[in-house]
């Protein structure tokens, strides 16, 4: 299987900061990797697919990166809005990663 | 609105049987996978399995094969997971949600969820 592995578990920010997750898969999965923010109490939301294409009505401030084995969640200047977990997914197999939760500083 | 509905939460026994379902409309049903994510209670996201509703063809995440039931009625536009012998693990949410791609799927429209709690 191939494993995701996620960091920081944890992410600590302010409103307006740049913000980065990053995303490790145990071997390559070329672009086949989705992004997810899901907020408590509700259903994950699409993000970003093939790595870097952004979702219709997703607000630009989110973008994605990277290909092979090591990809990036970035929200250019975080809103208040954002503050929830989020998830990488491969979708070569069937993982998903552990989670990044992005809380208020 | 294109949208997926799913069925209310439910309370069980272990041992019991137990079957979840997943309405879509707004789409074509048949022209779109349909799969289900568990989560755990505080836990992560795992991908579950997931079925071709115009064929019924279905393939399931190796950690799932033999443990539970994807099924589907395209007459009703609507998908299953169902369980024969229930465990206490098996308490979660669970979430069907449309696949998109081909034999390469990620998530875009996602039902609300069914909790399922297992308990004595």
Known sequence: D??????????????????????????????????????????????????????????????????????TLTISSLQPDDFATYYCQQYNSWTFGQGTKVEIK | EVQLVQSGAEVKKPGESLKISCKGSGYSFTSYWIGWVRQMPGKGLEWMGIIYPGDSDTRYSPSFQGQVTISADKSISTAYLQWSSLKASDTAMYYCARGRGVFRWYFDLWGRGTLVTVSS
């Open chain 1, 2 to 71: 191939i494993q995701m592995t996620q960091s920081p578990s944890t992410l600590s920010a302010s409103v307006g900061d740049r913000v980065t997750i990053t995303c490790r898969a145990s071997q390559s999965i070329s672009s086949w990797l989705a992004w997810y923010q899901q907020k408590p109490g509700k259903a994950p939301k699409l993000l970003i697919y093939d790595a870097s294409s952004l979702e219709s009505g997703v607000p630009s401030r989110f973008s994605g990166s990277g290909s092979g084995t090591e990809f």
